[in-house]
């Protein structure tokens, strides 16, 4: 009887040693996870650090609201860059300062000031050599900015260009506003960009109602749609997806700005329900993002 009782005992001690080494090792696990997003002198590993290091096909960064960057080889390009703005719920991943050490070109879709950032256009004009891409509808905003002629390269709608050996086709863009209502002030200089980068396709609506313009595209690999109420919602936006089928979906104009009653009709984005609405094949395909996160395009 002894002998079992110090059997069990001896079990059972063992038993709390084990459990004890597990809870050392899985807090190891958890911490070197977690030690993974810091360089070796403690810091957050930084996004344009994660950028000068990207070299093999084609990465992808959402910046938040309507900023994409994009690289492939040696070269970088966004859309719609909003950085330095008050508005938004927490800092960018990234400083103007330091995406100008890197960028090529800035895509502008329009001369609204969540996505012609001025402040972050400032930087972008003094501390880089990057082409601003623009439409028409920008250019009063780009004379007070004083960005020169030699830096800008005018979009037209329907009138495509190349730049960079980027083959680019700016698409109408009419602007939309609160209670799904065309917005008073539209403008048809406005332009969406579908960009063709190294024989992948990127279609950027900028902010838009659903036009035939954008349904009758073809060969659209990686698609930017906005489900607010001011662009095309849930149900427009299904059509779109639908339409194209594209290989990346990613929903933009949302969880970036404060919500609030005088900014929900443009800040306030409906990922989630868009993508329930979707068939599990194009599921599979959809990608709500994390600003910050970065996406391998093959």
């Given at each position: 009887m002894l002998q079992l009782y110090s059997v069990?005992?001896?079990?059972?001690?063992?038993?709390?040693?084990?459990?004890?080494?597990?809870?050392?090792?899985?807090?190891?696990?958890?911490i070197c996870a977690f030690a993974l997003q810091f360089d070796v002198v403690g810091q957050e590993t930084r996004l344009i650090d994660e950028i000068k290091a990207h070299k093999d096909g084609i990465g992808l960064w959402w910046v938040g609201h309507n900023g994409w960057l994009i690289k492939s080889g040696e070269l970088l390009i966004s859309?719609?860059?909003?950085?330095?703005?008050?508005?938004?719920?927490?800092?960018?991943?990234?400083?103007?300062?330091?995406?100008?050490s890197e960028l090529d070109i800035s895509f502008?879709?329009?001369?609204?000031?969540?996505?012609?950032?001025?402040?972050?256009?400032?930087?972008?004009?003094?501390?880089?050599?990057?082409?601003?891409?623009?439409?028409?509808?920008?250019?009063?905003?780009?004379?007070?900015?004083?960005?020169?002629?030699?830096?800008?390269?005018?979009?037209?709608?329907?009138?495509?260009?190349?730049i960079n050996n980027i083959s680019v086709k700016p698409i109408r863009a009419i602007h939309g506003n609160a209670n799904f209502s065309i917005y008073y002030d539209a403008n048809l200089q406005d332009s969406g960009y579908l960009i063709d980068l190294d024989g992948t396709t990127f279609l950027q609506p900028g902010d838009s109602h659903l036009l035939?313009?954008?349904?009758?595209?073809?060969?659209?690999?990686?698609?930017?749609?906005s489900p607010t109420e001011h662009n095309m919602y849930i149900d427009r936006s299904v059509i779109l997806i639908?339409?194209?089928?594209?290989?990346?979906?990613?929903?933009?104009?949302?969880?970036?700005?404060?919500?609030?009653?005088?900014?929900?009709?443009?800040?306030?984005?409906?990922?989630?329900?868009?993508?329930?609405?979707?068939?599990?094949?194009?599921?599979?395909?959809?990608?709500?993002?994390?600003?910050?996160?970065?996406?391998?395009?093959?």
């Open positions: 069990i005992t001896i079990n059972r001690r063992l038993c709390l040693k084990l459990c004890a080494c597990f809870s050392r090792l899985r807090l190891y696990i958890t859309t719609d860059i909003l950085l330095d703005y008050d508005k938004r719920i927490e800092p960018p991943k990234i400083t103007a300062e330091e995406l100008a502008i879709t329009h001369a609204h000031k969540d996505h012609f950032n001025r402040s972050t256009s400032v930087v972008l004009l003094e501390k880089s050599e990057c082409i601003f891409v623009m439409p028409e509808s920008c250019l009063s905003v780009a004379e007070l900015l004083k960005i020169p002629k030699e830096r800008i390269k005018v979009a037209r709608p329907r009138e495509p260009f190349d035939e313009d954008h349904l009758f595209l073809e060969d659209v690999d990686v698609l930017f749609f639908n339409t194209l089928n594209p290989d990346y979906i990613f929903p933009q104009h949302h969880s970036t700005v404060i919500v609030n009653e005088s900014t929900r009709f443009w800040a306030k984005g409906y990922p989630d329900e868009v993508k329930l609405r979707l068939s599990k094949a194009m599921q599979e395909k959809y990608h709500i993002l994390k600003v910050g996160d970065k996406v391998q395009i093959k």
